[in-house]
């Protein structure tokens, strides 16, 4: 994942820029660079494709002498990893230099503007535009003050960015941005720094400002000044923080699992970017795992899985049939091993699995190709036992999941799987994704989807008070939103102890109707789409039994929400994507239950991250 560090004072900039870059080598990277404003009033930027060592190559061969500069790690989201792509990126002028986590969601008619009075581009990212813009705004308004110039561009654009900014004739001086992805100042004697994770900052400070959305900072060696984007002025005091370094990994959270659910929006924009241009809609084959022609040719799907990676395969089988016409059969990996599992040539065999590691699906995969069937693997971990078995992978790019409770290899799983189907759908002939279809749209949109839905925390905060105390729980849903259902009863039972069954809505009256009564919440997914009529139908036969009904419905429901207890307006979404997002509030209603009954949260009893045992 992105990474970032920036730093201005009276030492060498260099050095501290690539010790703050290895401290987030853990999150995953396939370029890093940095940019370092020398006393000539040059900036130098320095950049490489692959490990760190490759940069630091380069640096040691020619370092870049100055005391202010900003570095960064970047996992590729647009375009490849290549140097072009890697941060830090140049204005036309090459005064201004920038870097970025996150994703600008207008980038391109911003781009298109831009390209239109001339300016070069020399990436295929996003990143690049914030750069050019700035430097272009730059020459229309000589005279303006820099900072105004950098506050006037951020505020058109959209999307989510973690950002800072460094100009060459501003020397002394860093911009800092945030809006989505976090952001910390560090702060130290006569110099500050900036990182995209404490882990990068606490070798020199712990004397922390935790900078929230909507702000923006001028940062100079003694001084820090926060505001609004529209200039009006914010307090943030710093606060000195007591962490080792374990705990300063989990970048201000208290918990791994809280810290990967607010992952999200970032995370699902990594595992699109490797597989998928949303420009012009054309999926890259290596990245995803498996042929056109194969995908083609197959007559059925059969998805191996445990735990929370079986109910993203039900999600699965969903869009698979929906999009592509492909029949999806769905199996808990321990029971297709030691079933007739009846796959060959002609049936794509699909393992799903975080760790890549779980022993189950090591042996379903294993079996299905002794059947001679393809086989492909949606793995979160790369050279995993999974990742080296099948023919192919569709890697999510989840980052390091430290939490047992699964939840942003879940949605990356989703993300993937919807991926699939649509390029399915164009192997098989059913269409192909033109630039501007509503699919592509959501996908540029869901990173701002998930941020709204991670919104709704103090709500669900509130609502975990009444939850915490009851005995069990029963989740409902249909169509794809039942997976999703299966999925928020696992989290709970998972970490909070207590009983929670998912359920088909429509299922309900014949069997779990008799357990309803005023003691039994019934957490109801009434999304607004085809099934929704019938859902609300049977959400009234729990209300009719006094069943105490939290649902979480679109904006601007008019019918559940006036009998439901309690009532979670969800973000809506391409009905391909609605599961990524429906699924943030049952986590987060998982989480502060298992808060509040003081459990375990990360590492709850009796269950491991990674099952390698049958
Ligand atoms: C364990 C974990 C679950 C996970 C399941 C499958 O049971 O506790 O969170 O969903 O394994 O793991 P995998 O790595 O194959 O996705």
Redesign the pocket.
Same mark, same amino acid.
């Given at each position: 994942m992105c990474g970032i560090v920036g730093y201005v004072g009276p030492r060498e900039a260099t050095p501290i820029l690539v010790d703050g870059l290895r401290r987030l080598e853990y999150r995953g990277y396939d370029s890093a660079g940095i940019a370092v404003l020398g006393a000539d009033g040059l900036v130098r930027v320095t950049r490489s494709e692959g490990k760190l060592g490759n940069l630091t190559a380069r640096i040691e061969a020619e370092p870049p002498s100055g005391r202010t500069g900003i570095g960064h790690t970047r996992w590729a989201t647009h375009g490849r990893p290549s140097e072009e792509n890697a941060h830090p990126h140049r204005d036309a002028s090459g005064r201004v230099v920038v870097i970025h986590n996150g994703i600008i969601e207008n980038f391109l008619p911003l781009k298109r503007e831009l390209l239109a009075r001339g300016v070069p581009f020399t990436s295929e990212t996003d990143s690049e535009v914030i750069a050019q813009a700035i430097g272009a705004a730059c020459a229309d308004a000589p005279e303006a003050p820099f900072g105004e110039v950098v506050r006037t561009v951020l505020s058109r654009m959209t999307g989510m960015y973690a950002v800072v900014v460094l100009s060459a004739d501003e020397p002394g001086v860093l911009y800092v941005a945030k809006n989505g992805p976090p952001i910390v100042l560090g702060l130290g004697a006569d110099e500050n720094l900036v990182a995209s994770d404490a882990t990068a900052l606490l070798s020199h400070t712990r004397d922390l400002v935790f900078l929230e959305d909507g702000d923006f900072v001028r940062l100079t060696a003694a001084s820090v000044a926060v505001t609004a984007l529209d200039g009006a002025p914010r307090s943030r005091p710093a606060r000195r923080v007591p962490w080792d370094a374990v705990a300063a990994e989990k970048g201000g959270y208290p918990h791994f699992m809280a810290k990967e659910i607010a992952e999200q929006p970032t995370v699902v924009v990594e595992t699109v970017g490797h597989k998928l241009s949303l420009e012009t809609g054309h999926f890259s084959e290596d990245a995803m795992g498996v042929s056109p022609k194969l995908l083609a040719d197959v007559d059925r799907v059969v998805v191996v899985?445990?735990? #929370? +990676?079986w109910h993203a395969g039900l999600v699965g089988k969903f869009l698979l049939e929906e999009v592509a016409r492909v029949p999806v059969e769905v199996d808990y990996s321990a029971e297709f091993r030691y079933r007739k599992n009846l796959v060959g040539p002609r049936t794509l065999v699909v393992g799903? +699995?975080? +760790?890549g590691? #779980?022993a189950d #699906?090591v042996a379903a995969l294993t079996d299905a190709k002794r059947a001679g069937a393809p086989t492909v693997g949606v793995v979160n971990v790369p050279g995993s036992a999974i990742a080296r078995l099948v023919d192919g992978v569709l890697a999510t790019h989840a980052g390091p999941e430290i939490g047992? /409770?699964?939840t942003k /290899?879940f949605t990356t799983q989703l993300v993937a799987l919807a991926l699939l189907a649509y390029y399915a759908r164009e192997a098989r002939g059913l269409g192909r994704l033109e630039p501007g279809d509503p699919f592509l749209e959501g996908l540029a949109h869901l990173p701002v989807a998930l941020q709204q839905a991670l919104a709704l925390e103090p709500a669900i905060e509130k609502l975990s008070r009444a939850l915490a105390h009851a005995r069990d729980v029963l989740y409902l849903g249909r169509g794809a939103h039942y997976p999703v259902a299966l999925e928020g009863a696992l989290k709970l039972k998972e970490i909070s102890y207590i009983h929670a069954e998912g359920y088909p809505a429509g299922e309900m009256k014949h069997g779990p109707i008799a357990l309803i009564d005023g003691e039994l919440p019934v957490v109801a997914l009434a999304p607004r789409d085809a099934l929704y009529d019938k859902v609300a139908s049977n959400l009234r036969e729990v209300k009719a039994r006094e069943g105490r009904l939290v649902a979480l419905v679109s904006p601007g429901d008019e019918d559940v929400s006036t009998f439901a207890d309690e009532t979670l307006v969800v973000p809506e979404i391409h009905p391909a994507l609605q599961p990524v997002v429906s699924v943030v509030p049952l986590q987060l209603l998982a989480y502060h239950v298992a808060r509040r009954r003081g459990c375990d949260v990360d590492q709850p009893r009796n269950? /491991?991250? +990674?099952?390698t045992v049958e």
């Open positions: 899985a445990c735990g #929370t +990676s799903i +699995s975080q +760790s590691e #779980t #699906t047992v /409770a699964s /290899a269950l /491991a991250k +990674s099952v």
